[in-house]
């Protein structure tokens, strides 16, 4: 085990955990969320993208120059949860062998109808925002670094998740794409819009109310 998740308070984990819950940020932006000095936030940074977690890219502002923005590689991936790893991709994929093409799909199914039903039980909000932050702090301590957003663009819901613990299994069965849709809808009891986007090792989610 990496000797940055022994320490919780290790200032340069809690520069990775901002940095994932964002599509990128400056050294000047991470001051803010850490609370410690340029110096020191730029040393951690530099020391990171040494050891392989960061790497950057000149961010385009409205006015001036660019900025030296920090992201994560992929390789930092492995400071965050992971609920199911490679043995569950091997898992699913030997039942297809074994028992046909459908069904890991139909295990998938099951798995995800059971825990619609568990979250549904927890949940005991009337109106959409609330049931929303609800299902985001339930998401939030499965690992999924999930936040509640209102856009005020255009007056819409959100859910933002910045890390997905089944990820490995998401790129190997693309239904559980759909299943997770459907559990969203299933809780919320809303129509929701899920799109992704990875850029290097950054990882958002949104699911949104329409």
Known sequence: MNTLKRAPKNPKLSILTEIKRSQGLSVSELCERVGLSYMGVKQHCLALEREGYLDTWRRPKGMGRPEKAYRLTHTAQEFFPSEYGNFTTEILDSVREVYGANAADKILFNIYRNETEKLRAKINAYNLEDKMRQLAAL????????????????????????????????????????????????????????????????????????
Request: proline residues 1%; negative net charge; hydrophobic residues 35%.
């Open 139 to 210: 998401r939030e301590e499965r690992g999924y670094m999930s936040e509640y957003y209102f856009n005020r663009d255009d007056g819409r819901q959100e859910i933002i998740e910045y890390n997905s613990p089944i990820l490995l299994c998401i790129d190997r069965f693309a239904i559980l794409r759909d299943l997770e849709q459907r559990l969203f809808e299933n809780v919320l009891g809303v129509k929701i819009q899920r799109d992704e986007e990875r850029v290097s090792g950054l990882y958002k989610c949104s699911f949104r109310a329409i």
